[in-house]
């Protein structure tokens, strides 16, 4: 949890960014929670009434808190999107909580930010194909639950087969890679699939998750990415965006490695080939 704040830190500290660049998002309505979850696990959730079971499989303790803290978080990819609208990148510092399903949470997820958004836009017709590229190490099972069957939302998963979640949901596109894949092998066939969606799907606005549980330091992650090929990843995801002129928001996933300083820095550096592609 400590590198959400490091990040933050390290923005600012390297003159990445202002502070004038944040914002603060305010707590999200139950109603618009309800676009991507069912309205009885929401307010089990909301009213503290999960089961012990449940509980268990999201991780964390249930308390207001982290209620409160998971809202925000919502709220701040809602937010993000109007920002990405208008300027065409957008960054939310946290988010990226892919495995809360319709009626689940699962893995350190309650709500879904980036489903919660993708449903906003579209019920509120400000984009019609929305494309969600997740490509943290272990599947976005929960995007991928929430939009089973859902013909204008495309999800892209792209992960370690042999790691967490364990029970798969079926994406639009799942490509599982086997353990140990290195950087070419990786950028090659993400390169491969992104032209393949862009080309098929033509989408008007792309949620990416870019998590940097992929690196080789990674204690939970299972690939072998340098911090390179992990720059690259995100260059390629960007690149596509602006090429099509698409609006892009970003949330930052999993992270894991042994030494935070290597979680933190992959972070930023996501942060700066925004900036440098997106000339921002």
Do not use: W
């Not at 309505?29 to 089961?51: G, M, S």
């Not at 609208?85 to 809360?100: M, P, Q, R």
């Not at 992650?221 to 690149?239: H, I, P, Q, T, Y």
């Amino acid at each position: 949890m400590l590198k959400y704040e490091l990040i933050f830190m390290q923005l600012l500290y390297e003159g990445i960014v202002s502070q004038a660049n944040f914002f603060k998002p305010d707590m999200v309505a139950r109603d618009v929670l309800a676009l991507a979850h069912e309205r009885t696990y929401i307010e089990k959730v909301l009213n503290l009434q999960l089961d012990e079971k449940m509980t268990r499989r999201i991780g964390f303790p249930l308390n207001k808190a982290l209620v409160d803290r998971e809202c925000l978080l919502v709220s701040g990819t809602l937010n993000c999107c109007q920002f990405s609208l208008k300027y065409g990148v957008s960054f939310n510092i946290a988010g990226g909580t892919h495995h809360a399903g319709k009626d689940f949470g699962e893995g350190f997820c309650l709500f879904n930010d980036q489903a919660v958004g993708a449903a906003f836009l579209i019920a509120n017709k400000l984009a019609e194909r929305v494309l969600i590229v997740d490509l943290d190490v272990h599947q976005g099972n929960g995007t991928a639950h929430i939009f089973q069957g859902n013909e204008n939302v495309f999800t892209f998963s792209m992960h370690a087969e042999k790691n967490f979640p364990f029970r798969k949901e079926e994406s639009t596109l799942d490509v599982p890679l086997q353990d140990g894949v290195e950087d070419d092998e990786y950028l090659s066939v993400l390169e491969r699939n992104l032209k393949d969606i862009f080309d098929a799907f033509r989408p008007n606005f792309v949620f990416y998750q870019a998590g940097v549980d992929v690196l080789s330091t990674d204690k939970l992650g299972k690939l072998n990415l340098s911090e390179r090929a992990c720059s690259k990843r995100d260059e390629l995801v960007f690149l596509k965006c602006r090429d099509h002129n698409i609006p892009v928001q970003v949330s930052m996933g999993g992270g894991y490695s042994v030494k935070i300083k290597d979680i933190v820095n992959a972070h930023v550096a996501t942060f700066k080939t925004a900036i440098d592609i997106f000339a921002l």
